[in-house]
């Protein structure tokens, strides 16, 4: 099992994030740094998740252009993107790369035989492929070459072009811009992942005979006056309010942008099963991590589904997961929510109208 220098349980408190570490000697050297890593992921999200409900407000501010068309547009208050922000996971992402390279160089010195040269040992690093042609040249390395044939099939097998999470090409990218090239880049943009609820259309969409709600592809960085979406309705629309729009801290790299959330959790998962190759082979405290961030994930998908489709099991399973009572709503209820919808997701529906019914002509 990896120590680092604590052996991990995870605990969550009042709904945030923590890891909450027991003592645990004879550890490897990068494992003090790895256990701030986690810590201060989950310290980050939760401190970044507060500031933005306490001091920044995004809004979709309508504009009607006809009866049957409005056009919505970010109202924002607050400082989006602090530099004291950037700069807070900046240090997180660099300090996982250096135990990535740690760890590398720990197991690869160790192993050995004959030792690593000086300049070969100056040249030792963890790799991280994006293709597999550029795996087979990293392959070759002194470094890679002292290690077992084992830990370099179970570094391939994690690598982005065997995983296609390519999440973590991008951390690699990331890591070496910022040192070389270009500070790490954060904006905000519509949340894609959660819920944004209507509340202020009339008639609601549902009671309209077609409707369209069409979002701006690629989703915007969120910015006072940048349109970001339209709702459209064959009904004449009879009042449009002010919405709250669900955003997220996304970074972005090579014209891609990642969900911060999402991105820490690759990253942290990565690390801990790539250091646990490298150590003693024991995936444990991975093989925790990832079914942590799964459920995550999965709670997401269940909330979604619970008020975007009036999925009546997927609010059960959700209240299940959360820790309250499963029954919920009945099914006959409907849905949760009239009008919910993804930002990025476009809508168009056209309402049902019952069968009409013909008679059928007697003989006389």
Known sequence: MIAVPEIFSTALRDGGYAVRVTGQNDTPVWSARFAKVVNE??????AEAQRSRERVAVRAVPARDGDHR?????????ELVPLDVVEDLRDILARGRSVLDIAMFSAATAQAAPPLSEKEKKNTYFPIAATEQAWRSIEGQPHMQALTQNQRDSLR???????????????????????????????VIPDPQFVMMFENIVPLPMLAEEYWLEWVEPLPAVANRVVVFEYRSSDAIQDAGIEELPVALAVEVGGMRRDVEHFLWEVISFISRATAILHDGDTKLADSFRDYFTSRRAELEY???MLVDGDAEA???????RGQEQTGRSVEDGKLHPFAALPGTPLHRRRELPPIEVAQSGSH
Request: overall charge positive.
């Open 303 to 305: 909330f979604r589904k």
């Open 157 to 187: 097998r994690i690598q982005p072009f065997e995983t296609g999470d390519f999440a973590i090409s991008e951390f690699a990218r990331i890591h070496n811009e910022d040192k070389h090239q270009l500070p790490l880049q954060l904006v």
């Open 315 to 321: 609010e059960v399973a959700w209240l299940a997961m």
């Open 41 to 46: 992921s989950f310290a980050f999200l939760t």
């Open 70 to 78: 409005v056009v919505y547009r970010c109202g924002v208050r607050g």
